[in-house]
């Protein structure tokens, strides 16, 4: 299927896609919507699945069965994925599918050290400057704190492992919406930090060990508030680092591509309140002004169409007036039909109450359904999703309820 392609639903996205970020608020259900569709590509195809999180969740951990969940590839165990793989022929809509070769799932947390150890030990042009960077305070603190640093070593690693060509489908899940704008835009701004004129100014005195007229009123300040021992470190980290700028922009730049290619594809996830709609407005014109693959947006924790049914709507108001003739009606009521009457009668009210929020959602849902190619809706599930079978029931109903026409 050509780039060019409407895809009809989150089944057929994913089958055209090698990546998929998923990005929106916090506490929308990104980081269960990812391992979701994860899961459900590894039970009815025959992919290998790696599912990412740049947003340290544990509970993908325990819901993918894992006790081990660090920065390498763990897979879920084969019995566990076969075990929630109940049905696989109704879950994916194929029985033919279902009869063919299981995928595999695998999972991995980003572990900012840890990562930024490997691509020093990676791009640095010998060992003694990878010993000298690793043993630097400055680059420590850099990457346990620096926030830039985590988002940048979020797309080195994700385009590491594109390179690899180890996973048929790579799905991420990155920080809520704002920070998920920095981690866009990170590799960009991670090669123009290094490359800055302010840092080309501190580290030039330690460079020609000569402090210019310029830098000298800067530097006997700094020494006197920092220390020189600080400044010294500061100085040695970017110097350190510099060496390795060229490699920074070369990745920033293939990282972007792979952003831009026509395999990866966005997922804003969202529910109808209206917080988490303004955050997800927000970052769909984000991906529409830096041209970058807007695949679908999925409308989590909705409520049902059921709703918004004249008919039913007929009958809650038949029951809040006439409460005592509607009881008497059903067969085998426990209790008087004054005590079913008031039973009815709040149920009644409590209908109308949803439908009031039912057509807010309703309105939340066309207002940002015009700039999207596909909506995908999934309602409140009675438990909470803990472990594959769960990801697997969301998935059912993510894979079966997208709508590109619902504008």
């Not at 038949?318 to 008497?328: G, L, Q, T």
């Not at 909470?384 to 079978?389: K, T």
Request: hydrophobic content about 45%.
């Amino acid at each position: 299927m050509s780039a060019d392609s409407v895809t009809t639903s989150i089944r057929e996205l994913v089958a055209e896609r090698e990546i998929i970020i998923t990005c929106g608020s916090g506490g929308v259900g990104k980081t269960t919507t990812a391992a979701a569709i994860g899961a459900m590509v590894a039970a009815t195809t025959d992919r290998k699945v790696l599912v990412l999180t740049v947003d340290p969740a544990r509970r993908l951990a325990t819901a993918m069965g894992l006790s081990e969940f660090g920065n390498v590839e763990s897979q879920v165990p084969p019995e566990l994925l076969d075990e929630a793989r109940v049905d696989r022929g109704s879950a994916s809509g194929d029985e033919d599918d279902a009869a063919g070769t299981a995928g595999e799932l695998w999972a991995a947390m980003l572990d900012t050290h840890q990562s930024w150890n490997d691509l020093i030990r990676r791009h640095a042009p010998d060992q003694r400057t990878i010993d000298a960077i690793l043993a630097n305070p400055i680059y420590q603190s850099f990457t346990s704190t620096f926030v830039q640093s985590h988002d940048y070593i979020a797309m080195e690693r994700l385009y590491e492992l594109q390179e690899s060509g180890d996973y048929d489908l790579i799905v991420v899940d990155t920080p809520p919406t704002r920070n998920a704008i920095d981690f866009l835009a990170a590799p960009e701004r991670m090669a123009d930090f290094f490359s800055s004129r302010l840092l080309r100014w501190l580290i030039a005195p330690y460079r020609s060990r000569v402090v210019n007229a310029a830098s000298k009123p800067f530097l006997v300040a700094a020494d006197r508030i920092l220390g020189a021992q600080f400044l010294s470190d500061i100085a040695d980290f970017f110097i350190l680092f510099q060496s390795m700028y060229d490699g920074f922009v070369e990745r920033a730049e293939a990282v972007s591509e792979v952003l831009a290619d026509h395999r990866t594809s966005f997922v804003v996830v969202s529910t109808l309140e209206a917080a988490p709609s303004r955050e997800a407005r927000f970052f769909m014109s984000e991906l529409k002004k830096r041209k970058l693959n807007l695949g679908a947006l999925v409308l989590n924790k909705t409520l049902p169409p059921l709703l918004l049914e004249r008919g039913a709507l007929r009958d809650a108001e038949e029951v809040r007036k006439n409460p005592s003739d509607v009881a008497s009606k059903v067969p085998q009521r426990v209790g008087s039909p004054k005590v079913v009457g008031h039973v009815l009668e709040e149920i009644a009210d409590r209908y109308l109450d949803y439908r009031v929020l039912a057509k807010r959602e309703a309105e939340l849902r066309g207002e940002l359904s015009g700039s999207v190619p596909m909506v995908a809706s999934v309602p409140y599930l009675s438990d909470d999703v803990s472990d594959l079978g769960g990801l697997i029931e969301m998935a059912t109903h993510l894979f079966g309820s997208s709508d590109p026409d619902q504008r």
